[in-house]
């Protein structure tokens, strides 16, 4: 299949990249400016420029990976959400419908209040309490109301080695502080880059479209997720202390639990995403073989 990536270059698209071209697929790398590793160029803030690209390239599937993701700019600055995760989406989806291009929405657990104290379902309302949240589920409304062949995908907590994320962080402050302090009152499930794109992949095999949850197995805190990062990297030296997230310096109210069920890849017999350590292991091995 000929698959266009957006934000190709980004920590989720270049393992996805990788990954769909050890599948056999052929990989169209898009980014927002040139970019050695790109193979075109894609501003989707600009719809004429947007079909004109999916015309000439001519892709099977579009997988939309690109996005607005620092989640405190979003906080601070709505409109720039706004204008990349739901005009721009608008933009891509009403390409794709107008080509009949199946597309690949990647979303997010902040579509949630995190009110719940259970894992959230695919069939559990959304309601955003931050920017980010409420730009990234107008981009899912888009996708759901523009192209009739869609997967919207929900993750959370990505990590992977080729972009800054969580146990990243934790690791470079580890090498200069003996003391970290980590918020321990909000819960969601570690999923790695790698874990997601081999789900992803699997999924585009099948006709099955529409809203998933693809998050890796088991839930924890960001404290516990910090405590397992020094754990499997061997560092000792590091006192990590809990501290509320009211007490984190940020303007960002993010959920307190946001912990994402896969329940329509159950109901298909197909959950099959590793535990989190699991795809922490694989993220800390892959960091040591960089060095």
Not at 48 to 60: E, G, I, N, V
Not at 77 to 96: E, K, M, S, Y
Not at 103 to 131: A, L, M, Q
């Amino acid at each position: 299949m000929r698959i266009l990536v957006t934000g190709a270059n980004g920590m989720l698209g270049t393992d996805l990249c990788c990954l769909l071209e050890q599948s056999g697929h052929e990989v169209i790398r898009s980014s927002q400016r040139e970019h050695a590793e790109s193979d075109v160029t894609l501003d989707i803030l600009d719809f004429s420029a947007t079909r004109a690209t999916l015309q000439q390239c001519k892709p099977d599937m579009l997988i939309h990976t690109a996005a607005y993701t620092h989640v405190d700019g979003c906080e601070r600055d709505p409109d720039r959400a706004f204008q990349i995760n739901a005009l721009g989406t608008w933009h891509v989806a009403a390409a794709c419908a107008e080509q009949d291009i199946p597309i690949v929405y990647i979303s997010t657990d902040f579509v949630f209040d995190g009110r719940k104290t259970t894992p959230y379902t695919e069939f559990d309302p959304p309601n955003p309490i931050n920017h980010y949240g409420a730009s990234k589920l107008a981009g899912e409304q888009a996708v759901q109301k523009l192209c009739r062949r869609h997967y919207i995908v929900r993750t959370q907590w990505l990590f992977g080695v080729h972009g800054k994320n969580f146990p990243g962080t934790i690791l470079e402050l580890a090498q200069k502080r003996n003391e970290l302090p980590v918020v321990v009152d909000q819960r969601g499930s570690p999923t790695s880059t790698l874990a997601l794109s081999r789900a992803l992949i699997k999924l585009l095999d099948t006709p099955l479209y529409g809203t998933y949850h693809i998050a890796c197995k088991g839930e924890c805190s960001w404290f516990e997720f910090a405590q397992k990062t020094l754990e499997l990297a061997g560092i000792s030296h590091v006192t990590l202390h809990p501290i509320p997230a009211e007490q984190w310096p940020s303007p960002t109210h993010r959920p307190a639990y946001s912990v994402l069920r896969r329940y329509v890849l159950e109901l298909q017999g197909r959950d099959d995403l590793p535990a989190w350590q699991e795809a922490l292991e694989e993220f800390i091995e892959l960091l040591k073989a960089k060095k």
